[in-house]
């Protein structure tokens, strides 16, 4: 059965995660009906990271086994006439072997997340920021978020409910910058590892946010973090800001030949 990878773009608001779910639409089950509709029977997708419900795809990568070999332009488009009217994407498509596997092939995972401060509500960024109305110092938040580079036990910034066999892992990248976005100014999060816990990101953030607004100091996250207790972790904010922007891989599946 020929393997091919998917690039994913997808809107979350609609949707209870990723994850197919009983009962409850998800991304993964749009592309799976989508994909019943060229070749009729039960399909399952595997992707690079399970996103929670109201977080988006900029660039999810995915991986399907068809009984055709599919052209993968015509795939790709095939299955975005078929995904209508829901907000998902299929934005490249490539031939991969069979063994590639789009979650355990994957070396990278990379987030953004946006945080949109203004006092007048948000219109067309509605459902994909983080809206604060309060000021925020980006370079104190900055600052702070280096004392989370590297290896570390992250149990204060992981969900009680998170499946992980362990809570270490490696930070790579935690970047927080002062941006201007398209309803105002933003404070934009790159943070990039080869692998999260749940929640980890969404807890960073509501942390360095305590930070931007002056309630805690960079000390204050040295802290948490050393004391291995999520009652330590600053608030979780909300997913709407959330973006899974990109997935790294030895050799990128999409640049052209077999992966």
Known sequence: MPRYALKVEYHGAPFAGWQRQKDQPSVQGAIEAALARLEPRAHTIAAAGRTDAGVHGLAQVAHCDMDRDWDPFRLSEALNHHLKPD????????????????????????YLFRILLRRAP??????????????????????????????????T??????QADSPVKTLD?????AATGLSGPEIRFDVRARSFLHNQVRSFVGTLER?????????DVTAALQARDRAACGPVCPPQGLYLAGVGYPRDPFAGGTA
Not at 87 to 110: G, L, N, Q, T, Y
Not at 157 to 162: A, D, E, L, N, Y
């Open 211 to 219: 930070v931007g607004a002056g309630a805690w100091t960079a000390d």
């Open 173 to 177: 990248r935690l970047d927080v910058s």
């Open 87 to 110: 907000p998902v994407a299929i934005i490249d498509c490539a031939r991969v072997d069979d063994d590639w596997h789009a979650r355990f092939s994957a070396v990278e995972r990379r």
């Open 122 to 155: 948000a219109t067309h960024d509605a459902g994909q920021v983080w809206q604060v109305r309060h000021p925020l110092d980006a370079d104190a938040m900055h600052d702070a978020a280096q004392r989370l580079i590297g290896r570390h036990d992250f149990t």
């Open 157 to 162: 910034f992981r969900s009680s409910i998170c």
